[in-house]
């Protein structure tokens, strides 16, 4: 399941995964990740994971994808929050090759997280 997480800087949206993920779950986030690029014209995106990577079924990863290529000139910072390093460093890699910035950060970072996506540490 995803959720929203609440009261994050209006510059960014981020969401909370636990459980099982799947194709309709990315609905809550096709609407968000639309609705801030239309008002900011850009995409800070955070996906704390409370599972592991294996909890996405096929039709939940195809719809991560599709997020990515339809927004793909948007991107501005992405963060994804967990305690695998194999992600923390598939992430913090991904920057080389996409769009925009994107960090791994473990869940003790949270805060730092939220305020590098938001632009908040840029201060």
Known sequence: MIVQIPDLPDTMVGF???????????????????????????????????????????????QDALLGINHITKWKRA?????????????????KVMPGEFRGYHKTDYQKAVDWVSGRDDK
């Open 79 to 95: 963060a994804i929050i967990t305690d695998s390093e194999t992600v923390i460093n598939f992430t913090s890699a991904f920057s």
């Open 16 to 62: 909370r995964a636990d459980g099982e993920v799947t194709k309709e779950d990315f609905e809550i986030v096709k609407l968000q990740v639309a609705n801030l690029v239309e008002k900011t014209g850009q995409l800070n995106y955070l996906l704390f994971l409370d599972n592991s990577p294996a909890d996405f079924t096929l039709g939940a990863w195809m």
